[in-house]
């Protein structure tokens, strides 16, 4: 294909290199990040824009995907799609396609690595280890994981990978989610009931404005001072105030948090705690999976533009 005939794909968010250098050298790329493009000069590009390239961050909504009347498809780098407006998309008959399961074993690993090391203290008994204060004594007890009561909120196939390693610690699994399943674990009608059933709560449920603050106040005293929550699903999903509120004051005993409301920015009050574990989003960082995600993400593109049918749409 060469250069004028290459779809025009307009890139809206950082994405690995990986991804980066496939779609350069496959379509015709403006980089709204890189380029930092001014209004003027996406308006001159807009006619010829058909495709979008976004992470599960970016934020596509109806009037920005208005400026682009040639655009055909939006692909997403990531599981989650909730900064795009599907409804918007579909109106227009714009495909919007995501980078599902490829990512489900390194977020339900990272969700067992935040559990244990929110639960045991791993990184304070790091710091104790290296800094010598062994010498002064032993470390103090910590929180026994396996035989203990974990509630899931969100049994999708990550949600399930999950419950599936939480199985091999002998835990007490639980869940909520929109509908019951036909899984071996038990199904409760509501988050604050889960919350004050388990000893772990873990969020693994879509972004958007359906679930945003699901876990307030209200569910992180049902958790109770013997309880942690542990989030590799959106920031958004969590009431941060009303998280750091009841770390300070000992009504949730501990967090384990990758995802927070206004990434990279971590309230200073959080970071200062010690009793969360904290992480840079990373929870599908590993090279195999974020490179595979990358080929999905330009294989839709790829599928879209050769006449062919996406590989992962969303789902209605």
Known sequence: ???????????????????LTRLQENFTCHNLILDNLSDAQIAAIAPQVRGIAANGEAKVGREFMARF?????VSVFGVGYDGVDVPAARERGIHVTHTPNVLNDDVADLAI???????????R????ARSGQWKNGPFPFTTKVSGARLGIVGLGRI?????????????EISYHNRSRKDVPYTYVGDIKSLAAAVDFLVMITPGGAGTRALVDAEVLDALGPKGFLINVARGSVVDERALIAALKEGRIAGAGLDVFENEPNIPAELAALENVVLTPHMASGTLVTRTAMADLAFGNLEAHFGGKP???PVPD
């Open 1 to 19: 294909m060469n250069a004028s005939s290459r779809p025009v794909v307009l890139i809206v968010a950082r994405l690995p290199q990986h991804l």
């Open 69 to 73: 009347p040639a655009l055909e498809i």
């Open 113 to 123: 690595a935040l559990m244990l090391a929110t639960a045991r203290n791993v990184v």
């Open 125 to 128: 008994a790091d710091h104790f």
């Open 159 to 171: 949600g399930e990978a999950i419950a599936k390693r939480a199985a091999a610690f002998d835990m």
């Open 310 to 312: 996406v590989l992962t």
